[in-house]
């Protein structure tokens, strides 16, 4: 199927008709006409209950959205990427993130061999210096217990491990600090070590590939600062350092002992890796057992992805709505607002998940799309933003449909603040959903000049995610949940979720002006005059002009 014949599917023409008739139908004359509807556009799996009632969908919508998916060949991409398809067909690569989490005793095959005995003889290796390190077995160079853990990585590389630690901070171990360096700013670095003893500190340089810049700029600084703090004894790499890579060439290339080096797969993109070896950090912290049970999360919603009919299918029915949105409300960002405080970094990470995966404008063959694709995520933990950008969504001009998460139970409870966490989300989306008429504000008494100040129209959507309690278990049905949607997104616009090559001129625009900046010689310049122009100026603040 080509990007034309997206739009010329039945049920996009049908979901263009259906639009036009149902586009200003108020989410308030929804729910009237329907006094079940808070009960009927629900789904629950692997303990994840999604009410996405209050969306501007009835029953024909959904029912269109799903025959779209059908009609995109949802069910075949599904099958594609569990059988271990090159579905990454720009990178000539199979996508298999889900035998990261999948059972010892599973199998799931890459051209005829199964992967899975190798993703647990990693874990295993992993679990056992993870032991090591927690029980203080593994000792520094100076034979002192390490204390602090330093990620260096960037993206896939920091985002999901951070977010992990984040969310996961409950369970972890805290004796041990983790901090994560990512920018290639040195106040990254600075700041994470400023207070640290290297003789208590490992560092974990994680990489894909080796090679990213960013990460090996400051794995050189950390390696410096180590040794600078270490007497200058390159011994100390070795019990300092460890590295979680593709590339064991690169990993034995910058000194550590390729022992030390926790491996995984071409099969896995950045964005998708915080359970494979990635995910050092979060083992570290939380323990081998947890570390397992988050990936039996992880498994049990990848199975009800792959198995569920697509009218329970929760990822399946996130990523339709979006698509509902996104190309027939025209709508260009989504709210994702965790109710959660341990989930603060959950909307960054979301962010290179949902964004370097559907931020594409070409299709798996090459050519233009004429549609919309990935809408731009954003968000923040409730009920802070509430008290910043919520003012947009409940009365600018823009349509942004949010997804709400929430737990039933508090890890930390204390006094009301669950109660009075979980009434602010649910008033949040009932507010959006039926907002306050001009009448409603005039029967208050409010002066006629400020009625259209406080009017709320209303019809905003949202989906309300609501899980038990914040469990390694239920981070990984929460991620495995969104990079399935994504997925979905993906099938629909035919677009390759798996490769990221609009990062690639940016680095090596940067590649080439490093030298530029640094010369000592003044550089030939030839760039637009803008870019020449700044150049000149940043060698002149360093006395290099
Ligand atoms: O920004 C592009 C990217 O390739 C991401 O996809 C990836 O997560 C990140 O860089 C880090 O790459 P690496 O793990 O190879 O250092």
Redesign the pocket.
């Known amino acids: 199927m080509n990007a034309t014949a997206l739009r010329n599917q039945p049920a996009w023409s049908a979901l263009q008709a259906h639009y036009a008739t149902t586009k200003d139908h108020h989410l308030k004359q929804y729910f009237a006409d329907d006094p079940t509807r808070g009960q009927r556009f629900v789904a629950e799996a692997a303990g994840v209950y999604l009410d996405y009632s209050k969306n501007r969908i009835n029953s024909d919508t959904l029912r269109l959205l799903l025959q779209l998916a059908v009609e995109s060949g949802l069910r075949d991409r599904i099958d594609a990427m569990f059988r271990g398809d090159r579905i990454n067909v720009s990178e000539d690569r199979a996508v298999l993130h889900v035998a990261l989490r999948a059972p010892r005793g599973a199998s799931l095959t890459i051209g005829g061999q199964n992967v899975v005995p190798g993703v647990h003889a990693v874990l295993d290796r992993m679990a056992a210096f993870a032991e090591r390190l927690r029980s203080g077995d593994w000792k520094g160079h100076t034979q002192q217990r390490i204390r602090t853990v330093v990620n260096i ?5 920091d985002l999901g491990p951070v977010m992990a630690y984040e969310a996961l901070k409950h369970w972890s171990d805290r004796s041990l600090a983790f901090r994560f360096v990512s920018n290639v700013d040195g106040t990254d670095f600075l700041e994470a070590v400023s207070d640290l003893d290297p003789a208590q500190t490992l560092f974990i340089v ?7 810049l960013e ?1 090996m700029t400051n794995a050189n600084s950390a390696r410096d600062w180590l040794l600078a703090g270490l007497n200058g004894d390159s011994a100390a790499v070795a019990r300092h350092f460890v590295a979680v890579s593709t590339n064991a060439s690169e990993v034995a290339r910058f000194g550590i002992d390729t022992d030390n080096m926790f491996g995984f797969w071409d099969w896995v ?3 998708y ?1 915080m359970d494979a070896a990635i995910g050092l950090s979060t083992m570290l912290a939380i323990g081998p057992a947890h570390f397992r049970d988050m990936l039996a999360g992880f498994h049990e919603m990848d199975e009800h992805f792959r198995t569920a009919p697509f009218e329970q299918n929760l990822p399946v029915l996130l990523g339709m709505l979006t698509v509902w949105y996104t190309n027939f409300f025209d709508v260009q960002t989504i709210a994702v607002l965790p109710y959660e405080q341990y989930l603060k970094r959950f909307p960054a990470y979301l962010q ?1 998940l949902t964004m ?1 995966s559907n931020g594409k404008s070409v299709t798996l063959d090459g050519k233009p799309v004429n549609y919309a694709t990935g809408p731009i995520f954003w968000g923040e933990p409730g009920t802070n933003g509430q008290h910043s950008f919520y003012q947009l969504i409940h009365q600018g001009t823009r349509i942004i449909p949010c997804d709400f998460i929430a737990f039933l139970h508090s890890l930390n409870p204390l006094g009301r603040h669950h109660d009075i966490l979980i009434a602010n989300a649910l008033a949040q989306t009932e507010a959006l959903a039926f907002g306050k008429t001009a009448t409603e504000v005039e029967a208050e008494g409010t002066p006629t000049q400020l009625v259209g100040h406080r009017v709320f129209t209303g019809n905003r959507p949202s989906n309300t995610i609501l899980l038990d309690t914040l469990t390694p278990a239920a981070l990984g049905k929460l991620v495995s949940l969104y990079e399935h949607s994504v997925f979905t997104q993906g099938a629909i616009w035919q677009v390759n979720c798996f490769d ?1 090559w609009g ?1 690639e001129l940016g680095k090596v625009l940067a590649q080439r002006i490093v030298p530029e900046l640094e010369s000592r010689a003044d550089p030939m310049l030839s760039h637009d005059s803008s870019t020449n122009n700044l150049i000149r100026r940043y060698r002149a603040a360093q006395r290099r002009d």
Do not use: A, L, P
């Open positions: 990585g960037i993206g896939g590389s994680s990489s894909k590939t080796f090679t990213t990460t993109g950045g964005r890796s290179q370097e990221q990062v």
